[in-house]
């Protein structure tokens, strides 16, 4: 079955510091695969997807990530972490082998960015 | 455009209690979903539907029903409510039946205790 590990439960990164963090997945093809934010309060919000093609994604609000095949990786990174980035992030990875493809999310990575 | 609300946000319930969580989008998607967001777990499927008058099992049913008479409305129901139901549960939409590939629309939450 496919799976998604965010390895990092938690992250602190001081404002203006660059950031990533870290997705493992489990897929035998290739993958369709998805960041997303969680706001305190409020519900996901995707950030970016990875379908095929260019293996560097462009996001909403600076984000990108890098598709590693041989990794098996999904990495979100920023260069330049806002106080306004503490959140929680979800690494997702389509599961489009079952009769209903569903989206298997990962355990999460919270966000604390410190002044 | 609202997008996808959910009513109640919070709630409390007693043991063997019922009530009924309200999804409402105004996208015109076809595809809606509850989950359910536990700590160290990631979201988990609750329930789908593939249209009006459609529903159908995720990974974790046990416990609720759900009905989408209207299709802009998805409904998720406990019938008697148990401490292991305590969660945060989202409601997410898409405009097609390709969750493993579309952008997932989701609500604020509603955050249920039961004690």
């Known amino acids: 079955a496919q799976s998604v590990t965010q390895p990092d439960i938690h992250i602190t990164v001081s404002e203006g510091a660059s950031l990533e963090l870290r997705c493992n997945y489990s897929?035998?093809?290739?993958?369709?695969l998805f960041w997303y934010v969680q706001s305190p309060g409020q519900g996901l919000q995707l950030l970016l997807k990875y379908f095929s093609g260019d293996t560097l994604v462009q996001g909403i609000k600076g984000f990108e990530a890098e598709f590693k095949r041989s990794q098996s990786s999904f990495n979100l990174r920023k260069p330049s972490v806002h106080w306004s980035d503490a959140a929680e992030y979800f690494c997702?990875?389509?599961?489009?082998?079952?009769?209903?493809?569903?989206?298997?999310f990962g355990t999460g990575t919270r966000l604390l960015v410190s002044p | 455009n609202a997008g996808v609300t959910q009513t109640p946000k919070f709630r409390v319930l007693k043991t063997g209690q019922s009530m009924t969580l309200l999804c409402a989008q105004d996208m015109n998607h076809e595809y809606m979903y509850w989950y359910r967001q536990d700590p160290g777990m990631g979201l988990r499927l609750i329930h789908y539907?593939?249209?009006?008058?459609?529903?159908a099992k995720g990974e974790v049913p046990d416990g609720y029903n759900v009905s989408r008479l209207k299709k802009q409305n998805f409904l998720l129901g406990l019938e008697s409510a148990a401490p292991s139901q305590t969660s945060v549960y989202f409601c997410?939409?898409?405009?097609?039946?390709?969750?493993?590939?579309?952008?997932?629309?989701f609500g604020p939450g509603t955050r249920l205790t039961v004690l």
């Open positions: 539907s593939v249209g009006e008058g459609t529903t």
């Open positions: 997410a939409s898409t405009t097609s039946g390709r969750p493993g590939r579309d952008t997932q629309y």
């Open positions: 997702a990875v389509g599961d489009l082998d079952t009769g209903f493809q569903k989206l298997v």
């Open positions: 897929y035998g093809a290739t993958p369709y």
